[in-house]
């Protein structure tokens, strides 16, 4: 769920909140917190952790803004 500057999911074990904030990138759109970082570029979408960059969402369906 977009609201403004930030992103909002539910992740990982127990479906945790994480709300993320946008962050500049090269050729895509990221948002991310201390432990998650959701990647956007066009209408697809990957989601993974910030260290370790292990993939918990590939393929995932993204809005445009």
């Keep these: 769920h977009f609201v403004g500057r ?3 999911i539910f992740a990982g074990a127990g479906n945790m909140l994480h709300i ?3 962050n500049p990138g090269d050729s895509a759109v990221r948002y991310s917190d201390n432990q998650l970082v959701f990647e956007r570029q066009g ?3 990957l989601v ?3 260290y370790g960059h292990n ?3 590939r393929n995932c369906q993204a ?3």
Aim: charged letters at 15%; a negative charge; zero cysteines.
């Design 6 to 8: 930030q992103l909002i």
């Design 43 to 45: 209408d697809q979408a």
């Design 55 to 57: 993939i918990i969402g």
């Design 20 to 22: 993320l904030t946008r």
């Design 48 to 50: 993974y952790t910030v």
């Design 63 to 65: 809005p445009a803004d």
